[in-house]
């Protein structure tokens, strides 16, 4: 059974930096898409990144330049740095995982881990 568990939010400065963590244990290999998500109060979740097992990305447009998902398959691990944070990043950010693209973009996968909160204020 794959998990995942999510860490290294916190609140920073508008203009600061971040860099999750998403823990993968269970089974998860290079098959896997490994997505970031957020959900900020009272709004949708909305996917934010992906890494292919290959190392292929993608991402939502308004983090397009700010944010790299990044992947460590030694150590089964998942990574979201964000730079150049927003008020409007602020949000609950969750890791998800699972073996077709659409999957995950589309906040469908059968593996998530807990949310870790980002806060962006001054």
């Known amino acids: 059974q794959v998990q995942l568990v999510g860490s290294g939010g916190g609140s920073v400065q508008p203009g600061g930096s971040l860099r999750l963590a998403c823990q993968a244990s269970?089974?998860?290999?290079?098959?896997?898409?490994i997505g970031w998500f957020r959900q900020a109060p009272g709004k949708e979740r909305q996917w934010v990144a992906i890494?292919?097992?290959?190392?292929?990305?993608d991402y939502v447009d308004s983090v397009k330049g700010r944010f790299t998902i990044s992947q460590d398959h030694y150590e089964h691990m998942a990574f979201l740095q964000m730079n150049g944070l927003k008020p409007e990043d602020t949000a609950l950010y969750y890791c998800a995982a699972d073996t077709t693209y659409s999957t995950v973009v589309m906040g469908r996968s059968r593996y998530w881990g807990q949310g870790t909160q980002v806060t962006v204020s001054s």
């Open positions: 890494i292919a097992g290959n190392g292929d990305t």
């Open positions: 269970g089974g998860i290999d290079g098959r896997y898409y």
